[in-house]
């Protein structure tokens, strides 16, 4: 135990834990944690010891208990705190060799996991504490620690293997996974330490890092490495479900790609992974849908029209081009953070707009052209002379549109539309007028 043993406070501190964490707990559970069987665990006779140093008249139990929490977590030891000298061990000694460095590492730490009393202490410390604020932050601070040195050691070995993580893994969430999956193996092998070998810990993190680790940079998700899994599966499920597609088949898979889209990204949700959510075959899908661009303008469909009639109802009621503007652009602002998910595919209709803007047209692109909704009017008010004819009205159509578009997506914690429209149109549109007054 962490305290010093030269005080009283610091033997009675250490009994009290000796008790909790290796006593008798049926006793303590009949008893509670008494000032006699602390102090008689202290290595003193009778409780006189223990209420001279926690007087009971002035909260000493209260205290006492407190601070016994509080050691728990504070006075326990963790393998992390040594995992920098570990790796650089173990990348000496297995000459680099990825598997051998997991595995040594996956040992070494699940050897002290199990055989540490430290795990026990913050388990009782959960446990007995859960309640309290005080506890929560010491445990919350002590795991903090744990996985900023376990940030620190992955990063290493990353740069060490020149491999980056697939998404949505970080060396965040590799450390969380590491620190929960070998502290739960930990406690298996005390309750069952034959179904529990010392190489399970390492043979389930070689298993996780063929998954999650990239050396190729591909710019992966992990669903990408049980693609053919999930393929072979699906084909198998769909092999005979002709019968039984979804009531809305292409709404079942405007939901589904969302969802991908939404987990994934645009550019890496598959066809495939939309059929498998949505429950319709992928041949059926592709008869409805042929590309992810297809599925994108389907789903904005109505969105678009909706902006294009609020042009047109503006014009018909005689507001003029800077005020049909700034109302544009307030709807257009709902409309990106409305659909948040398909960010990626707006970033790629945008470089569709710009070609076709400069005279190119590829294949595979999204035909929603954002800019053109606004651009008439943008033009109406060059003929005007209210607006400046420097560039052409659709390529500052363009700059309106695609800075909307970035500064929604870069600030999508404030959900002002109006606001954010407001901050574009004072910088953008009013820096295209002759006239600011």
Known sequence: MS???????????????????????????????????????????GSNSFNQEYPGDVGGKAKYLK?????????????????????????????????????????????LARDDPGELQRMAALILGRK????????????GRATQNGIDAYVAILAKWGATLRAPFTPLLLAIVLTALVEGLALRARIDPNLVPESLFGDAVVALIAGIVDVEHLNQHVDDVVAPISEAVRLTYNSEVNDTLPDDPRRAVLDAARSAFERRGYF??????????????????????????????????SDVAQLADSIAVDKTIGRDELTIIERHLARLASLFLSNSELKEAFVAAAACSSDQSAGRHETNQIA??????????????????????????????????????????????????????????????????????
């Not at 040594?82 to 997991?102: I, T």
């Not at 008010?381 to 970035?406: D, K, P």
């Open 67 to 111: 601070e016994v929490l509080t050691y728990l977590v504070s006075g326990s030891t963790r393998a992390s705190d040594h995992l920098g000298s570990e790796v650089k061990e173990a990348l000496v000694s297995s000459k680099g060799e990825p598997v051998q460095v997991v595995r040594q590492l996956a040992t070494w730490n699940f050897i």
């Open 368 to 437: 929603i052209n954002l800019p053109a909704l606004i651009a008439p009017v943008i033009d109406n008010g060059q003929r005007l002379g209210v607006i400046s004819s420097s560039n052409s009205a659709h390529e500052l159509a363009s700059i309106l549109t695609h800075t909307l578009m970035l500064h929604c997506f870069s600030n999508m914690a404030n959900l002002d539309t109006g606001a954010i429209a407001q901050k574009v149109s004072n910088t953008l549109l009013y820096g295209m007028c002759t006239d600011r007054q």
């Open 132 to 143: 309290s604020p005080h506890v929560l932050k010491a445990l919350s601070e002590d795991y």
């Open 3 to 45: 305290q010093d043993n030269s005080t009283r406070k610091g033997k009675l501190l250490n009994g009290g834990i000796e008790l909790i964490i290796c006593g008798d707990g049926e006793k303590i559970l009949f008893s509670g944690l008494t000032g006699e069987l602390v102090a008689k665990q202290a290595g003193y006779a």
């Open 268 to 301: 890496s949700a598959t066809l495939s992974e939309i059929a498998t959510r949505s429950q319709v075959p992928l041949q059926t899908l592709k008869q409805l849908f042929p590309s992810k661009d297809s599925i994108v303008v389907e789903a904005l469909k």
